[in-house]
Nanobody, 115 residues
Framework: VQLQASGGGLVQAGGSLRLSCAAS????????IVWFRQAPGKQRDLIAR???????YYADSVKGRFTISRDNAKNTVYLQMDSLKPEDTADHYC??????????WGQGTQVTVSS
């Protein structure tokens, strides 16, 4: 099982990025997929989640700016990030809810927002 996050980069405040989470070994449509982020010196926090039924959850810090979506045909989950702020700077990780709960993480993608 592998979930590979990509799409990070350097962007100015107010800009946008779209992160991708490509899965192998599992079907994203049969799992709750989560996006977490971890800023330097801080804990890893949940920012978005999409359930098997397609329901989305967002942390208050990103609500109204980020959108999580899923493409079952590509077995990929996306995180569209708009109106980015410097405080969004962090390593971003995707995972299944189950693997996240037991601390089984893959590599993240770094997002840096300049002011």
């Amino acid at each position: 099982v592998q979930l590979q996050a990509s799409g990070g980069g350097l962007v100015q405040a107010g800009g946008s990025l779209r992160l991708s989470c490509a899965a192998s070994g599992i079907f994203v449509g049969a799992n709750t997929i989560v996006w977490f982020r971890q800023a330097p010196g801080k804990q890893r926090d949940l920012i978005a989640r999409i359930t098997i039924g397609g329901s989305a959850y967002y942390a208050d810090s990103v609500k109204g700016r980020f959108t999580i979506s899923r493409d079952n045909a590509k077995n990929t989950v996306y995180l569209q990030m708009d109106s980015l702020k410097p405080e969004d700077t962090a390593d971003h990780y995707c995972n299944t809810n189950t693997r996240a709960s037991i601390g089984n993480w893959g590599q993240g993608t770094q997002v840096t927002v300049s002011s």
